[in-house]
């Protein structure tokens, strides 16, 4: 399990490079973070998984954020599960293998990779964390859905994280 001082670490990262540059460049740069901090964690790009959801065996989403960003937008047919909740407590899991394929997802990759940690601890080998998260998915134009409407515009997680989105993409909160 991550330390709370490694946790703090990587945000404290990723707020500097937010403060320098606030710009799809900084986006990149928390992906790479991402990646360092988290090794162990399968990524898989947005073009990936949009070719995996037009396969018949499509994989488990979870969107790994709070509610309220959740109900502006999610990608199509994904579950809800809050950051800090246990793997036992996530109800569609028991309907499913462990050996299913999963991909998380969050607003840029850092709830959603801690998140994976997390599965893959609990047994769960094939578990993907979707880099740059759904505000890279955003970005490109792909679909977003609140519901099963089709919409444009993500939760922007906050003032400041918020602009990472292509502004036409950023809800207002």
């Known amino acids: 399990m991550r330390s709370l001082s490694s946790f703090l670490t990587t945000i404290s990262t990723l707020l500097t490079l937010l403060v320098s540059k606030k710009s799809p460049e900084s986006l990149k740069k928390i992906k790479a973070k991402i990646k360092k901090n988290y090794p162990h964690i399968s990524h898989i790009s947005t073009e990936t998984l ?12 979870l969107d790994i954020r709070e509610s309220e960003e959740y109900e502006v937008s ?28 999963i991909v998380v997802y969050c607003s840029v990759g850092v ?3 801690q998140f994976a940690e997390k599965l893959q601890q609990a047994g ?25 409407q089709q919409v444009t515009q993500v939760h922007p997680y906050n003032s400041f994280w918020g602009k990472l989105l292509v502004p036409n993409y950023r809800a207002k909160i």
């Open 111 to 113: 709830r959603s990779a």
């Open 50 to 61: 949009a070719g995996w959801l037009t396969q018949p065996d499509q994989p488990l989403l």
């Open 124 to 148: 769960y080998p094939n578990v993907y964390n979707l880099n740059g998260s759904i505000f890279e998915w955003a970005n490109e134009n792909r679909p977003l859905y609140q519901g099963q």
């Open 74 to 101: 999610h990608l199509r047919d994904a579950h809800q599960v809050t950051p800090n909740t246990q793997i036992e407590q996530v109800e569609i899991l028991k309907e499913k293998d462990k050996t299913d394929k």
